[in-house]
């Protein structure tokens, strides 16, 4: 197949707010070829991830990501991997390609499986697609009993696993974090799993972090996710060797697999979080589950969008039948859960488990793509480099 077509719907909540949720706005990709269309998601701000893809060439290292993929041809995974070379090597000084080739990776992994009326997780070969235990993907209220409740409402709705994320730990005292981890406890009772993210807010002061570490124990937290900036290892090195029970988690913020195997080597975490709308796609994501089996470190998707973006993180490590956890969005806005007209619903049995279908098996809503779509011109020197495509 042909690569003819790689068109982006910015797509985005009639307001957007400084919460800490990245499902109020999506960078929707459409790639088509060989009468089939594959569909990815970004996980980055849609505007500068759509001018990586457009913008005039600067020099010969940092050319528009178009020039790698329009008119290439997929016709399997090694030309996927082909593609992704060139992105890196002739875009190495545009900063954004990453996140804007991530959403086109997953997007002909999507068309390469369309065509073959294959699954994902099947073109990268695994046997088996095992079901995986979700949990709740949700953000600290702005007060314990906001904790309290918003657990209680997961454990209701039949989530075994919850996370805890951001609002306003870090900002105050230990003591006002304690009693939020104490809540979510309360909430999940005994047997629930409790894991804690506190979105990078202790930038690379180890001390600070540190001092959480009793309270986290106390509340039987499985994990304590991102707790300094992406680059920090050598911080979460120090950290990780300071924790009892509770293990460090990270990784979402990996731009690529390297950023990542350094969370292994040098950051010391037992939790490694991989978003392929990040981290170059659907390709990368497989070969470090692979990699973090290897070392028994646990893979866990990163997901906080559409569900499109969640069967894409979960393929990569369908096949790792002792890696159970996944992360599920639980609250997410409208927009992401427009965005398709199937859902990855957790069964009876609490588990959720990806389709047989070709390819990712979602099917956009062309309705919610329109409902929600930003009108976009970049123009340059009186050219249209991009305008907004129609559904």
């Known amino acids: 197949m042909k690569i003819?077509?790689?068109?982006?719907?910015?797509?985005?909540?009639?307001?957007?707010?400084?919460?800490?949720?990245?499902?109020?706005?999506?960078?929707?990709?459409?790639?088509?070829?060989?009468?089939?269309?594959?569909?990815?998601e970004c996980e980055a701000a849609p505007l500068p991830s759509i001018a990586a893809f457009v913008c005039p060439m600067s020099h010969g290292a940092c050319r528009p990501v178009a020039d790698s993929v329009l008119g290439r041809r997929v016709d399997g995974p090694a030309d996927i991997w082909a593609i992704a070379a060139d992105v890196a090597y002739l875009s190495m000084d545009l900063l954004q390609a990453p996140h804007t080739w991530s959403g086109i990776e997953m997007a002909l992994w999507d068309l390469l499986g369309r065509a073959r009326g294959e699954p994902v997780w099947k073109l990268l070969g695994q046997a088996h697609a095992h079901p995986k235990t979700p949990y709740a993907s949700l953000l600290f209220g702005d007060t314990p009993q906001q904790t309290l409740e918003r657990g209680r409402d997961a454990m209701q709705r039949g989530f075994r696993a919850v996370k805890f994320g951001w609002g306003p730990i870090g900002q105050g005292t230990v003591a006002q974090d304690a009693e939020h981890f104490l809540a979510a406890r309360e909430a999940l009772g005994a047997d629930g799993i409790l894991l804690v993210d506190v979105g990078q807010v202790f930038g690379e002061d180890v001390a600070r972090a540190a001092e959480r570490l009793d309270a986290l124990e106390q509340a039987g937290a499985v994990w304590l996710e991102e707790p300094f900036h992406a680059h920090a290892l050598q911080a979460y090195g120090q950290l990780a060797r300071q924790c009892r029970r509770v293990r460090l988690a990270g990784g979402e913020g990996a731009h690529n697999a390297a950023m990542a195997l350094h969370l292994l080597d040098y950051g010391g975490v037992g939790y490694l979080q991989i978003d392929c709308g990040r981290v170059g796609g659907i390709g990368p994501a497989r070969r470090l589950a692979e990699l973090a089996a290897a070392r028994g470190v646990t893979y866990v998707n990163h997901t906080f969008t559409s569900h499109l973006a969640l069967s894409a993180s979960i393929q990569p490590y369908a096949g790792l039948a002792d890696h159970t956890i996944c992360e599920y969005p639980a609250a997410p806005k409208a927009l992401a859960v427009e965005l398709t007209r199937n859902h990855l619903r957790p069964g009876a049995d609490g588990l959720v488990c990806l389709p047989d279908s070709p390819g990712l098996g979602m099917e956009i809503d062309p309705e919610a793509v329109r409902r929600y779509q930003v009108d976009l011109e970049i123009r340059v020197g009186g050219r249209t480099l991009h305008a907004s495509p129609r559904w």
Do not use: N
């Open 4 to 40: 003819e077509a790689v068109e982006f719907f910015y797509l985005s909540m009639p307001q957007v707010t400084t919460e800490a949720d990245g499902s109020q706005d999506a960078l929707l990709v459409r790639v088509s070829g060989g009468g089939f269309s594959g569909y990815g």
